[in-house]
């Protein structure tokens, strides 16, 4: 693994936020002048090839680049807002019910966030 590779790869483990890979290129500045937005991306992609990070994709919004902890995600229809949420493992009930092996899944749940809820409820 490449330096800047473990360097991304420490700042998606320790964010608290889904990161793009323009966010993420600008936290790796803070700390390192080298390195470009081409690197991150490249990087970012290797990682989530290897299956060192989750990559989340949302239409009408840029990739999100995650840990890879367990977990599954709200998102917000209007705004785009991405928020971890902790449910029970579904990989065995859904193993059953598609009759295959599973490696992984990616349960994303759509919702309106508290501050798109009371713009909607303000109108």
């Avoid at 889904?18 to 990682?47: C, D, M, P, W």
Wanted: neutral net charge; glycine residues 4%; charged residues 30%.
């Amino acid at each position: 693994m490449t330096k800047y590779a473990e360097l991304i790869l420490d700042i998606v483990n320790n964010s608290k936020e889904h990161l793009s890979a323009e966010q993420i290129f600008l936290r790796l500045k803070e700390t390192n002048r080298g390195g470009s937005l081409a690197t991150v991306y490249n990087n970012l992609s290797f990682l989530y090839k290897e299956g060192f990070i989750r990559k989340i994709s949302v239409e009408g919004y840029p990739d999100r680049y995650d840990n890879i902890r367990r977990h599954d995600h709200l998102v917000c229809r209007r705004c785009g807002k991405l928020s971890d949420v902790l449910l029970d493992d579904l990989t065995e009930t859904l193993q059953k019910q598609i009759g295959v092996p599973l490696l992984s899944y990616d349960l994303k749940m759509s919702y309106l966030c508290e501050e798109c809820l009371k713009k909607e409820n303000s109108k």
